[in-house]
């Protein structure tokens, strides 16, 4: 079995501060981890994702997540909060035997002029 | 450009009505998959196919159906048994599975929201 909790259902920033949205996961095998991002009204963007690879991976827009299977966690970091990064996010886990994706329930950031 | 188009944004059912969500994809996907999100949740799956003629039930399938006739068309159907219909409706796709665990991440449509009458 495998699910994904997001430790944050909003979390708030100031433009121009460092951000952080946290992901735990549960996964019987070696998992891929994906963060995705959502505006309003609109469907999923991927913004990076882990496949067993290096631990440390980078996204896109500045988006970054370190992969720590001693802790089970995939944390999402940006060192500086842009008013465009406004939206939902989503950490998504996969396995061995899973044919699609397990989504965490999001984290919705705002971020603050 | 390469992507995945749902149609339409918006839809509204009537009581007792049977309704069709499209979904096209250019991207020569073999995989594509039907999810629901609810306020506040994360996304979860109805339907999914890897291959042309054939689908699976995902988590929550009861009151929908989906042919995969071909393989740029993945339709959903969401008909009068489901109860709650109202959710906005993403269709995703993405290569053949190559590998466990799959690696391959899901590209997505805009998303069709479907309210009640």
């Known amino acids: 079995a495998q699910s994904v909790t997001q430790l944050d259902s909003h979390v708030s920033v100031s433009e121009g501060t460092p951000v952080l949205l946290r992901c735990n996961y549960s996964?019987?095998?070696?998992?891929?981890l994906f963060w995705y991002v959502q505006h309003p009204n609109k469907g999923l963007q991927l913004l990076l994702k882990y496949t067993s690879a290096a631990t440390l991976v980078k996204g896109i827009n500045g988006f970054e997540a370190e992969f720590k299977k001693s802790e089970t966690s995939f944390h999402l970091t940006k060192p500086s909060a842009h008013m465009s990064d406004a939206a939902e996010y989503f950490c998504v886990v996969t396995a061995t035997g899973r044919r699609a994706l397990t989504f965490g329930s999001g984290t919705r950031l705002q971020v603050q002029p | 450009d390469g992507g995945i188009t749902q149609s339409p944004k918006y839809l509204f059912r009537k009581e007792g009505q049977n309704v069709t969500l499209s979904c096209e994809q250019n991207?020569?996907?073999?995989?594509m998959y039907w999810y629901r999100q609810d306020p506040g949740q994360g996304l979860r799956l109805i339907y999914y196919s890897q291959i042309v003629n054939d689908f699976q039930k995902g988590d929550i399938a009861e009151g929908y159906s989906v042919s995969r006739e071909k393989k740029e068309s993945f339709p959903l159907t969401v008909t009068s048994a489901q109860k709650n219909p109202t959710a906005f409706y993403l269709c995703?796709?993405?290569?053949?599975?190559?590998?466990?665990?799959?690696?391959?991440?899901?590209?997505f449509g805009d998303g069709t929201r479907l309210s009640i009458l």
């Open positions: 995703a796709s993405s290569p053949r599975r190559d590998r466990d665990p799959p690696n391959q991440p899901q590209h």
């Open positions: 991207l020569n996907h073999d995989a």
């Open positions: 996964s019987s095998y070696s998992p891929s």
